[in-house]
């Protein structure tokens, strides 16, 4: 059986660096707070004149320079993203028209938060492996910082911008690639992170603006306990419909919220820190952008060889989840 496997991978992260110092000029907050609490020393912000399209251009750029394969040979091109360009329409058309991918192709977003790179990777996959499509383009960009309340120090501490693709081709050899996934969501607990206005719930009005409803809100310590738990469980049962133990894992790559978060989900699967992947530090939470960001960093770092397994696994607002499992 044939395998989809990742040709190229590509990163982006805006210049301007906002570092912790920084943010308690801003808000009542201190660095040692921050790095205690979540693990995070800076995050990047991106211009006022850059949109989520266009870092998510420059990382699929990167991406489609590193498969050495051109725009327009694109036919599948998926946007995860919390934070598009515009309501309407899909920051994947943005995207598209600014690459040169052509009028044939599919364009379209999702919307899973934290996992939206996860299942976007999936549905890029499944497409492949039916043959309707002969090389997707998948990307994770986020532009945070236009949805963060910068005067709420709960959470404008913890968000960054950035953009990481990854692009999918198909090859004749099997059990190599994206092995299999595993995605889920619990809408039970949606309002524990959520940007309450600015959709047909709550439409934008003074109101809404007045009471600062187009950024995000956090329950903080209930998002931090669902994370351990969801992580653990799709890691796990992703290893076990694989029949792998935790020690055959060269690298995780988790989404990259809180190094808490992290270290407690390594504790549980028994993987050594020295075998997780761990960037938030320089870049805080960027959503969907978060795992193939550190994709991309730790492939040019030299921490992924060729037949290594891989376990990406993430949780986002929704609640979703998911977890990859790839052999390099
Ligand atoms: N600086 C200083 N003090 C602060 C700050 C800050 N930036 N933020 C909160 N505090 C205070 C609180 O007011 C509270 O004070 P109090 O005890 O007087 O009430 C105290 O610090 C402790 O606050 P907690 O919220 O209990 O702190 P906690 O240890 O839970 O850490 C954190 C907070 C870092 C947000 C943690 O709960 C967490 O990481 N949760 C998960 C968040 C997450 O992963 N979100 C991303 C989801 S992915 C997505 O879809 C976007």
Not at 9 to 23: F, Q
Not at 84 to 112: E, M, N, R, W
Request: with cysteine; net charge negative.
């Amino acid at each position: 059986m044939a395998s989809v496997i990742i040709a190229g991978v590509g990163s982006y992260a805006p210049e301007k660096v906002l570092t912790n110092h920084d943010l308690s000029k801003m808000v009542d907050t201190s660095d040692e707070w921050i790095y205690t609490r979540s693990g995070i020393r800076e995050r990047r912000i991106a211009a006022d004149d850059e949109a989520c399209s266009d870092l998510a251009v420059k990382a699929a750029q990167s991406a489609l320079a590193d498969a050495k394969i051109n725009a327009s040979e694109i036919d599948l091109l998926i946007v995860a993203t919390a934070s598009p360009d515009t309501p309407l329409p899909s920051t994947a058309c943005y995207v598209q028209h600014k690459l040169g991918v052509p009028a044939h192709a599919t364009c379209f977003d999702i919307a899973a938060a934290c996992s939206g790179f996860l299942y976007a990777l999936e549905i890029g996959y499944g497409q492949l492996l039916t043959n309707r499509y002969k090389r997707a383009l998948i990307i994770g960009a986020e532009k945070l910082s236009s949805v963060t309340d910068w005067k709420d120090r709960t959470t404008c501490v913890l968000f960054g911008d950035a953009a990481g693709a990854v692009v999918l081709t198909k090859v004749p050899q099997p059990n190599i690639g994206i092995l299999g996934s595993d995605l889920g969501a619990d809408g039970e607990f949606a309002d524990n992170l959520y940007i309450p206005a600015g959709g047909s719930k709550c439409p934008a009005s003074q109101k809404s603006v007045e009471d600062r409803g187009h950024f995000i809100r956090m329950n903080g310590r209930e998002v931090f306990k669902s994370a351990v738990r969801v992580m653990e469980t799709v890691a796990r049962e992703m290893m076990e419909q694989h029949n792998l133990t935790p020690d055959q894992i060269s690298l995780v790559i988790p989404h990259q919220a809180n190094i808490r978060i992290i270290e407690a989900l390594a504790a549980n699967l028994k993987v050594p820190m020295d075998r997780v992947y761990v960037n938030l530090d320089r870049y805080g939470n960027t959503s969907s952008a978060s795992i193939p960001l550190a994709l991309d960093e730790a492939r040019r770092a030299g921490r992924v060889k060729p037949g290594d397994l891989m376990l990406l696994v993430a949780f986002g607002a929704g609640l979703t989840y998911g977890a990859t499992l790839i052999r390099w």
